[in-house]
């Protein structure tokens, strides 16, 4: 797992909780939030803006 502290910029790729479940990914678009609590504002593939707290089934991968 990547380190979970995101950038803009960064791709998130959240994994499927269950046997047959996709994984959704995304942009992080704004890093609102501390350090320790992040709340990363993500524009996913599909074109929707969420709020998401990173957990363990969240994989920060840093552009460039």
């Not at 996709?22 to 320790?36: A, I, K, L, N, Q």
Request: proline fraction near 5%; aromatic fraction near 2%; charge should be negative.
């Amino acid at each position: 797992m990547s380190d979970m502290q995101a950038k803009v910029g960064d791709r998130v790729i959240i994994h499927g909780r269950t046997v047959g479940s996709p994984d959704h990914s995304g942009e992080v678009v704004e890093v609102r939030g501390h350090d320790d609590d992040p709340l990363l504002v993500v524009r996913y593939d599909d074109g929707h803006e969420a709020i998401l707290s990173p957990g363990c089934d969240c994989e920060i991968r840093h552009a460039g």
